[in-house]
């Protein structure tokens, strides 16, 4: 309204209605106001939380010194507001001091004596020896690196030069098969130099430089080709690993960014993980693509039927849709979101029952129900039943909770934000409840693909496609072999000697990383 009309209004009651939605207008603007730059204040502390605070999501009850930085109310816990009764078992003590050296390493003896005259006793007789004292030390030779020199010897009939048969005139001893043909490479160096990068994320350019300061030139772009015409010989293998993965029970996949330089019209691409098998023998494989379609887990799980683990991002949606197929989401997903709301300092609420730290208190009373089965090692049917009675009560109290705050709660809040991702996924997040073969979470697959997240800070981008492919096999085999207990070092030598040697089925199944046996290895562990 104009201030013209304003003036002309004689009518006392109209001015005053007015007025009154002039001050309530006001107040409502005021009131939105608010609640945005509250918002906008927990996501500022958000982030400054994730640039500079603890990346843990651990929780300490008896954490002390948090009073004197935060400003947590005194009624609002961050954990449990109820005394948990804890029983502590007997004492038991452990014998203190330096572990003993592996009994697998070799030992060289030295021997410190006295001098003959240090043994030459006061009255002027010989001392004689009594005994002695043992102690060990850990030597270190630094790397060393042979040439191995193959000879051939040749041999010939000199009475009549190889013309009474159809075979040969000279016949020469054959050379064993080898991973890359007539290359200076043998499987003992390339798998120290692929267990370099991929298990300890050292560089080929690092590695150049390591072996160039003991007097060996062996370029990046040689340890390159390498790697790709490997991971071209391993091939056969991550079928073979695929396909028992799609013969498994559970599936977990997750994926992650990576950047391939040549990679056209692409800023970012993808490595997904898929982890199968058997809990006695797990499988992890890798996969490079150029994209995060969900049409990549579709056309991995095209015809599976079983239970499949993801995380809450949207391009596994399809899965809730495919007959045979189990959805399970992932509770350290949701968990996360709660952990971010009461990591902020300041946080006051009402009424204790609506702390943020509620949700934290359910979520912890799953866990243990879980722990508690660990430690009675029950097996995946009486997981079940211990889930079926123990962990639903506790889900159906969570879900009225759940239901009653997300009325209260700004949509917009890093809380109301934490409530809605875990309704929208809770037909999900129960569904673990139904089986003893998966876990609350997909951590399984996460732990899998961190070593990939810790090379990728090292090694930092692929050149090309087929370096990535190349890295995905060879990521596989190594953290296929580390989850089945075996050394990659040792696991990779063993492989590239007998690899090229398989010609059937069997013997390449035999030497899938779940399939070696650790007693294999011992003539390739033991020192020589």
């Not at 809450?312 to 509770?331: M, N, Q, R, S, T």
């Not at 073969?437 to 930092?460: C, H, Q, S, T, Y």
């Not at 496609?465 to 580390?482: D, V």
Request: aromatic share 8%; charged share 30%; glycine share 6%.
């Amino acid at each position: 309204m104009n201030q013209e009309a304003f003036a002309n209004i004689n009518d006392v009651e109209k001015l005053k209605e007015i007025m009154a939605s002039f001050v309530s207008d006001f107040s409502d603007r005021e009131h939105n106001y608010k609640a945005e730059i509250k918002i906008l204040n927990e996501q500022i502390k958000s982030l400054l939380d994730r640039l500079f605070g603890k990346k843990t999501e651990k929780i300490n009850k008896d954490d002390g010194q948090r009073s004197l930085f935060d400003t947590f109310e005194p009624d609002t816990p961050i954990l449990d507001d109820e005394p948990e009764e804890i029983s502590v078992p007997a004492h038991k003590g452990k014998k203190t001091g330096r572990k003993p050296l592996p009994a697998n390493l070799p030992r060289v003896e030295v021997i410190h004596d006295l001098s003959e005259e240090e043994k030459t006793c006061g009255c002027g007789c010989m001392k004689s020896r009594c005994g002695q004292e043992e102690s060990e030390q850990l030597e270190i030779i630094p790397a060393q690196m042979r040439v191995i020199k193959n000879i051939r010897y040749k041999y010939a009939c000199k009475n009549c030069e190889g013309v009474e048969d159809d075979g040969p005139t000279v016949s020469i001893a054959r050379m064993p098969e080898q991973m890359i043909p007539k290359s200076i490479a043998t499987p003992g160096l390339l798998a120290h130099i692929l267990t370099a990068k991929f298990a300890d994320a050292l560089p080929f350019y690092r590695q150049e430089k390591q072996f160039h300061r003991i007097g060996v030139d062996i370029h990046r772009s040689n340890m390159c080709n390498w790697a790709i015409k490997v991971a071209q010989g391993c091939e056969i293998l991550l079928e073979f690993m695929k396909g028992e993965i799609l013969n498994g029970p559970v599936i977990n996949i997750d994926e992650t960014t990576v950047q391939v330089l040549k990679e056209p019209k692409r800023s970012k691409c993808y490595m997904w993980v898929f982890k199968g098998g058997t809990p006695d023998n797990p499988i992890i494989l890798f996969q490079y693509h150029p994209t995060r379609s969900g049409d990549v887990a579709r056309n991995f799980l095209n015809g599976y039927q079983g239970i499949v683990q993801t995380d809450g991002y949207g391009a596994y949606d399809f899965l809730d849709h495919i007959e045979g197929i189990i959805h399970v989401a992932c509770w350290i997903h949701a968990r996360r979101k709660f952990m971010e709301v009461s990591k902020l300092p300041g946080i006051k609420t009402a009424n204790r029952q609506e702390s943020p730290a509620k949700p934290l208190k359910y979520i912890s009373k799953l866990y243990k129900i879980e722990r508690e089965a660990k430690e009675l090692g029950l097996s995946a049917d009486g997981l079940y039943r211990k889930r079926q009675e123990q962990a639903l009560p506790i889900l159906d109290e969570f879900k009225k909770w759940l239901d009653a705050q997300v009325e209260k709660v700004p949509p917009k809040s890093l809380l109301g934000k934490a409530i809605n991702y875990t309704l929208n996924q809770w037909h999900r997040l129960v569904l673990y409840t139904e089986s003893g073969l998966v876990m609350p979470d997909n951590n399984v697959v996460e732990n899998a693909i961190r070593p990939f997240v810790v090379g990728r800070k090292n090694w930092l981008f692929s050149c090309t496609s087929e370096g990535a492919r190349a890295s995905a096999c060879i990521y596989s085999l190594i953290e296929t072999a580390k989850a089945n207990g075996l050394e990659p070092y040792w696991y990779l030598k063993f492989l590239f000697e007998n690899l090229p040697e398989a010609m059937t089925e069997d013997e390449f199944k035999a030497l899938m990383p779940q399939n070696v046996d650790k007693n294999l290895l011992e003539n390739y562990t033991t020192p020589r």
